[in-house]
């Protein structure tokens, strides 16, 4: 039976509780001792990124039942996504909200990292192993990171409606071809694609350069968030052209995925997150590892 506790009492278990919550966060970044060595990081090419997504597609035909059901919630969305089509005040925000996918798919994907690595350690691997991924012990590292992109992704959609409220706006278009009109039709209009395309390409090089291997890294091994993210980030400099054709080819697919009505991505976003897997492991070689 809980009693009810004095003001030093109940002041003391809150700096407890804030003591213990910080200590959890500073164990996310900096990892467990002993697991932090950082790894080293190969030179990849174009024909690796060709034979990620092949072992990728291998993957998806073992687990085809259970990616599906994994990935179900895109067309959720994208049905959700539709529905906001008709309402002409959210109409302006419909590509960058679909554009989005390119920056929080890494973090999506952390389940499907998951089947691949219990595939690769022979293993039982289903939905439900997969999400297993939420008692990992480098869960908290994995749920900073993901914070970390849904604030990138805020700011993408802040920065988009403030470029269409300077551009087109700041009035609601009168429906969907009156806005592809002005969008396509007007100088304005061009300003705007033209610009949400190049700042766009910016926001997606940052979560390239922060995600695309912290989170396999991070599925795999507890050594922190600032390994994992300084590890990701060293491959994109030492890859620069490799890493940005990966990132034109996750764009294409997830543009490809998500017509009509995102129902692709039931498909596209498994395939790139077994695909991302094996491209960690050509990329990073961890000290006494054979892979």
């Not at 994907?109 to 939905?127: I, N, T």
């Not at 795999?220 to 390994?227: A, C, E, H, T």
């Not at 620069?240 to 995102?262: I, Q, R």
Request: aromatic share 12%; proline share 5%.
């Amino acid at each position: 039976m809980e009693t009810i506790k004095n003001p030093i009492e109940y002041t003391g278990q809150q700096v407890a509780n804030a003591t213990g919550w910080l200590a959890s966060v500073a164990r996310a970044i900096r990892g467990v001792a002993g697991e932090t060595a950082k790894p080293a990081t190969r030179r990849i090419t174009l024909g690796d990124l060709s034979e990620a997504l092949a072992e990728g597609w291998e993957d998806i035909g073992r687990f085809r039942s259970d990616v599906v059901a994994l990935c179900l919630i895109y067309p959720v969305i994208g049905v959700v996504i539709s529905v906001l089509a008709y309402d002409t005040a959210h109409l302006p925000l419909i590509f960058p909200i679909a554009a989005g996918f390119a920056l929080l798919g890494p973090f999506f994907a952390v389940s499907v990292y998951e089947l691949s690595k219990r595939r690769e350690d022979g293993r039982p691997a289903g939905w439900a192993d997969a999400l297993s991924v939420l008692a990992s012990p480098s869960f908290g590292a994995i749920f900073l990171l993901g914070l970390a992109l849904i604030a990138l992704y805020v700011a993408w959609l802040v920065f988009a409606q403030i470029l269409y409220d300077l551009t087109l706006g700041p009035g609601h278009p009168v429906s969907i071809a009156d806005f592809f009109d002005n969008a396509l039709g007007t100088t304005a209009g061009w300003v705007m694609i033209i610009g949400g395309t190049g700042v766009g390409f910016l926001f997606a090089l940052a979560a390239l350069a922060v995600a695309a291997f912290a989170f396999p890294i991070l599925a795999d091994r507890d050594v922190g968030l600032r390994v994992a993210v300084e590890t990701s980030i060293d491959v994109l400099r030492q890859n620069p052209g490799t890493m940005l054709a990966w990132g034109f080819l996750v764009a294409l697919f997830l543009v490809v995925g998500s017509l009509p009505a995102f129902v692709g991505l039931i498909f596209v976003m498994p395939l790139l997150g077994h695909a991302t897997w094996h491209l960690y492991r050509r990329a990073i070689a961890w000290p006494g590892a054979r892979n």
